[in-house]
């Protein structure tokens, strides 16, 4: 199986990442943060460890402003909803997942009003509209940093600087991004940053994260047992305890580290370059064919390893299905939850065809791809 | 290491357990139900499988019923949040976990009402003392299955009749009981019942699921991508989906299939049968030490594999650190996340010193663990 699904899911994940998490499941797989003894223990630290080195990955000081989440997506609903109250005013872009959209449509029930700036047809957002839709209310900006759909490397520096300005909390949605792409909270000026831990972190499933700006206490979503505070029947007022309740995935969060690990042992830089070349590679071949259409920037600059295409009219599912079936490749098609993006580029009704890389792909991978597309749009 | 601290998490785990994650996280840790290739498909073909197996464990007709979650916190914040609403009235008890009391008292910051009925020195609550607190704006009765502190097994049988009587809906959590002791959710009247997947269940960390009753539509806490309805930015109404937005931990889930088929395959008779046999024994020898201090009903069809106990006036964690240091058993002091059912039982300043057995500890690992209270009591 050729596996282009890494938007999705990274997949494999390095071996490191494998072995310490069964090690922490086998050797140590107590509850962290709950008693004493000497296994306990362990697993807290090499938690705490893992904050340390995502709290380096990300620049900020304080690992404990590295909250550990279930997913991105309870990272973001955090994040949303621990800002905004009703009356508020959110602005975000069309080129958002539903972990974002769907959240700000369920707060428009209680009273929190948003607005969407739309990406031009290749995703592309313009940052002087997202300052024009500033309003007295407005309380937070929502931008994802790369489009799961376009791949559209969105200008997060540039808003974060119009947020600042503007005394507005910037949230960033990392999840095609975090582990790829350089994100510095302090100088991006990022408020909130959302991220998985199972994609471009390399991590195992089940663990993701959000990144809080020192002094910054927003609501908690969830109320419980933190072994903090524990005579009291309010949840403890202190970071990362207020926003982590109940048993930790602490094993996952275990491997995560070896994932962050192996990334800074490649650079960072190394792996986006590896990325950039599959995917330039990739769209100057996939051009060419006659019949396919490519969707985003297609400039390897603006753009993350994410190339969407389709074939003629031919739905995206049918095409899937032929390089599942007959060429054992994994691709995404279908709405990839991000129906505003797919408004924006004019997919809504076809879908597309979503090739995502990553860093375990090769160049024979790509050239095997452009082959089957080549046969394919003979065939059909 | 004699590892007594399986009412936090169980350890360790069937070896199956560790097998069918890793294989799961090596050989087909895709997205499930976001694509349609190969490796998604049977990553969500093994979530439903172990869908399957806990609607049989609680017997429940339908899967789908079978929310999963991250953990029994996320579950219980669920299930209280998805039903109450402003003006709504709780019932629960003393012996609650944190996970329960802390988003009621939440909740009571936006008009939601609640009554706390408490257990007897003993952690035994009266079915009656629940009735009497019904009022007519009562909606929502929630109580433990089985005290994380005393152990303590509550009537929840009962509790069920009442609360189906008055047409409320009853919750219980099943944080210490799932896998051990029998939970029919029909038979018993049980609206909603939370869960862990890495205690009694065995399962990996990062597990933990919701059962809610057919028919019963309750609020979502988080909104985001479900890989259905993607058109779409209202969060889709139907189960489980509603509940399940962003990647779910697939590797952790087929890991709680593999400890569910354990369980199953041993017999949850024979699992609770050996848990029994041991807590009966520690109970008779440690009664007989001067000086230790016995909490809890102290009468095996009353109490669930946990024993906590005090030496003298000792502080719990003091001996507890010496259990840990010179005799390498793992055990829990403190508070327990549950500080009201300390109040119940008079523990709030001392805290306890629990043991919790599980499916792994041996009758010889409690006779040395006597003997190491016994020597303790001596030289302390």
Redesign the interface.
């Known amino acids: ?1 050729i ?1 282009f ?1 890494n938007g ?2 990274s ?3 390095p071996n490191s990442v ?1 072995d310490e ?2 090690r922490a ?2 050797e140590y ?3 962290p943060g ?7 223990l362990k697993l807290s630290r090499g938690i705490f460890e893992t904050r340390t080195l995502l709290s380096k990955l990300f620049n900020t000081k304080n690992p404990m402003n590295i909250i550990f ?6 990272s ?2 955090l994040g949303i909803k621990g800002i905004l109250k009703p009356g508020d005013h959110v602005i975000t872009t069309s080129m958002e ?3 974002v ?3 700000i ?2 707060l428009e029930g209680f009273g929190v009003e948003s607005t969407i700036v739309y990406g031009d047809s290749k995703g592309i957002v313009d940052v002087s509209q997202i300052e024009e839709a500033i309003k007295p209310n407005t309380k937070l900006i929502v931008t994802t940093h790369v489009s799961n759909l376009t791949g559209t490397i969105m200008p997060i520096k540039e808003i974060g600087q119009v947020a600042k300005k503007n005394q507005i909390y910037y949230l960033v949605d990392g999840a095609q991004s975090a582990g790829i792409y350089n994100i510095d909270v302090e100088e991006m000026n990022i408020d909130l940053l959302a991220f ?1 831990g ?1 994609k471009g972190l390399l991590g ?5 994260g959000l990144y809080i700006k020192d002094n910054l206490s927003i609501e908690s ?7 903090s505070a ?6 403890p007022d202190i970071c990362p305890d207020k926003y982590e ?8 969060i275990i491997g995560l580290g070896a994932g962050i690990k192996y990334i800074m042992e490649k650079g960072i830089e190394n792996i986006r370059s590896h990325e950039e070349e599959l995917t330039k590679h990739f769209i100057e071949e996939a051009i060419q064919i006659e019949g396919v259409k490519l969707y985003g920037p297609l400039d390897i600059k603006k753009q993350g390893a994410v190339v969407s295409l389709n074939i003629r009219d031919i739905d995206s ?1 049918e095409i ?2 032929i390089l ?1 079936e007959e060429y ?1 490749i ?11 993006a ?1 408004e924006t580029i004019g997919t ?1 009704d076809q879908g597309v065809i979503r090739f995502s890389f990553g860093i375990f792909n090769t160049h024979e991978e790509i050239e095997y791809a452009i082959k089957a597309l080549r046969e394919i749009v003979k065939e059909i």
Chains 1, 2 share one sequence.
Do not use: W
């Open positions: 199986m596996y699904d999705a899911t997949f494999p994940k494998y998490t069964m499941m086998k797989g107590a509850n709950r008693s004493g003894h000497k296994l306990a989440t279930f997913n991105a997506t309870e973001l609903n997942h539903n972990s959209l769907r959240p449509k369920h998985p199972h195992p499933q089940g663990t993701g979503i969830f109320q419980g047992g933190t072994g524990s005579s009291s029947l309010i949840q309740s109940g048993t930790s995935n602490g094993p996952g599912s899937s299905y599942d054992d994994a691709v995404r098609p279908g709405l990839h939850c991000a129906p505003l797919h809504l």
